[in-house]
Nanobody, 114 residues
Framework: QVQLVESGGALVQPGGSLRLSCAAS????????MSWYRQAPGKERELVAT????????RSADSVRGRFTISRVNARNTVYLQMNSLKVEDTAVYYC???????WGQGTQVTVSS
């Protein structure tokens, strides 16, 4: 059974940092491209970043480029999203996604507020 479990969401002040984690199981993680998406209240879900099985960042949203970094550790079956210089508009539920199986995690809430 393919499963993705996100963690690391929190309330943080503008300018702060967070690292999200997504633990994967039930498939060959090292052979799968992984993505982070986010969905803000009242908005459509949008792609944040994608990383290839080898760890190459395939694409990232213009709105987060230079602030967010996706990475992975295949030995841990985990993909990360390091978020720096957070802005109020980064507030959203962040989801992990495995492209090959089109499976989503349950999401983790990130709230940026003073």
């Amino acid at each position: 059974q393919v499963q993705l479990v996100e963690s690391g969401g929190a309330l943080v002040q503008p300018g702060g940092s967070l690292r999200l984690s997504c633990a994967a199981s039930g498939f060959t993680f090292s052979q799968s491209a992984m993505s982070w998406y986010r969905q803000a209240p009242g908005k459509e879900r949008e792609l944040v970043a994608t990383i290839t099985p080898a760890g190459v960042i395939r694409r990232s949203a213009d709105s987060v480029r230079g602030r967010f970094t996706i990475s992975r550790v295949n030995a841990r079956n985990t993909v990360y999203l390091q978020m720096n210089s957070l802005k109020v508009e980064d507030t959203a539920v962040y989801y992990c996604h495995v492209d090959m199986y089109n499976i989503w995690g349950q999401g983790t809430q990130v709230t940026v507020s003073s």
